[in-house]
């Protein structure tokens, strides 16, 4: 092949692998949009109220939604268990100091948030409640073992499960002893794969904390923060700091291999059936 085609044969792949990158992105961001608090419910969410109260007292919606042009979200319920007495990180939040106080609450609140067509996200996986310190000021840990979790922490997060929730939100928590590393759950394939996916067998959406916060935003730059999230198999990433430059970097990490648009096209199916689920009225069912 002569030298010029074979440059211009290069020069338009390169230039159509960038187009299948910007476009696999846009369309990540765009659903993302759709499904993550455009419309913010009004519902009373507080979790000072009863979950069974709340249930019934949200108000009545159509079974159907597919003349509005965005879903309503709520990120609730707070799934943290309130067990540590040195910690009060979460005990405004929280439903309780146990997973028999907790796990209840929040299935109700589930149930209460889908039958009236509400998205709505289990927060913070794998549990945060114990945890001292505040992950928007700094990292923040559980010396826990998986096993140990799983015993407690997790077992909201399963009630949220086997009422159908559509979002787990991974929180900012680092678990040495499960990850080996001082990683994030919501930056860990650890937690959000291994532990969520894996073992708990959650087919839903994955989304972050807030990336704005110091224990995830003070590991990467804006422009790996993502691409980092996205590795751990989280299929939302919630408020980064710089989002252009979170964008872009998820765009040459495909341009680079790093990430594949097969691992794109898992999170926009996990978005789309959300969100269809939303405008058809069947989140409940």
């Not at 922490?153 to 900012?172: D, K, S, T, Y």
């Not at 970097?249 to 689920?277: F, H, P, W």
Request: a negative charge; proline letters at 5%; charged letters at 20%.
């Amino acid at each position: 092949m002569p030298s010029h085609s074979r440059q211009t044969g290069q020069h338009r792949s390169a230039f159509s692998l960038r187009f299948v990158a910007v476009v696999c992105v846009a369309a990540l961001v765009a659903l993302a949009l759709l499904c993550s608090g455009c419309a913010p419910t009004s519902s009373n969410s507080s979790n000072t109220h009863e979950a069974g109260s709340f249930a019934d007292g949200v108000e009545d919606s159509p079974s159907s939604n597919s003349n509005s042009e965005t879903a309503a979200e709520d990120a609730a319920p707070d799934a943290d268990i309130a067990n540590n007495p040195e910690s009060n990180t979460m005990a405004r939040r929280s439903f309780g100091t146990s997973a028999a106080e907790v796990s209840p609450m929040v299935k109700a609140q589930v149930e209460g948030f889908l039958s009236s067509d509400v998205l709505c996200a289990a927060k913070h996986f794998p549990g945060i409640g114990g945890a001292e310190g505040d992950s928007h000021h700094e990292s923040i840990y559980s010396q826990k073992t998986v096993d140990q979790m799983a015993s407690e922490e997790l077992l909201p997060f399963q009630a949220a499960m086997e009422a159908n929730v559509p979002f787990i939100m991974v929180g900012h928590l680092s678990t040495p002893a499960i990850t080996g590393t001082d990683a994030p759950a919501s930056l860990s394939s650890e937690i959000a794969t291994g532990v969520l996916r894996e073992r708990l067998g959650y087919e839903g959406i994955v989304i972050t904390d807030s990336l704005s916060m110091a224990a995830a935003s003070e590991l990467y730059p804006p422009s790996k923060i993502a691409v980092a999230a996205l590795e751990a198999g989280v299929d939302m990433m919630l408020m980064p700091t710089d989002l252009p430059a979170a964008l872009e970097g998820v765009v040459d990490a495909v341009e680079s291999g790093t990430l594949t648009e097969e691992r794109l096209d898992e999170s926009l199916m996990r978005i789309v059936r959300a969100k269809l689920a939303w405008e058809d009225g069947s989140l409940a069912a």
